[in-house]
């Protein structure tokens, strides 16, 4: 049975001010590398959004800059697709959030939030699916699992060690899903991360359906 692949964490230049490349280059590295779509996550934080404008919607506008610069290159067989990687008040930890649409973000200010904790009745609110993005790289905070969704357990960010051995053995501890992803910013690793999906997605609701269901498969695996 074929599956797809789709790249599930991915910053651009457009959005993201830690990212080196445009999203029409990142689409097109991507389609030869035989990937079937990419979810891109820029970053969403007050810190963030603090260089994007005035005005939160000012700000979630630049935010979106990045995934509808991207949809230019959509195809039939390749889709673009909306994620975030969301940041607290409270630290520096980063969460990958599925499950919403453009509306979503333009009608509710995420940033405000302090901690997992207090934006978990959103999640459940709105069927979205929450991941601690790189949870043991130098900086993160430890987050209670009952919190979360699942971890990143493959992180393929070449200039970070984010001990992904340790968030797979972590993910296993406590019965958490499992997510592999480049965080590409700029070049790609050796082994670009990602998920196969059973079934050919088109938005990011549809991500979170699967991911919850567990119809995916790790492209990498942390041994």
Known sequence: ?????FDTHIHTKEASSCSRVWAADIVNRYKELGYDGLIITDHFSASQFKRHGETYAE??????????AAKEFETEDFHIILGMELRFLENDNDYLVYGFDEDFVINNDLTRYNDPEEFRPVI??????MFQAHPFRIGMTVVDPELLDGVEVYNGHGDH???NDIALKWAE???????????????LSL????VYFEEYLTD????AEALRSGKYTLKVYTE
Not at 1 to 5: D, R, T
Not at 59 to 68: D, N
Not at 124 to 129: D, S
Not at 173 to 183: A, I, N
């Open 204 to 207: 990011s609701k549809q991500v």
């Open 124 to 129: 459940e609110a709105n069927n979205l699916i």
């Open 191 to 194: 082994e670009p991360g990602g």
């Open 1 to 5: 049975m074929k599956k797809y692949l």
């Open 161 to 163: 060690d984010s001990r």
């Open 59 to 68: 700000q979630v506008q630049k935010y979106l800059s990045g995934y509808k």
């Open 173 to 187: 501890k406590h019965g958490l899903r499992k997510l592999s992803g480049s965080d590409f910013h700029g070049n």
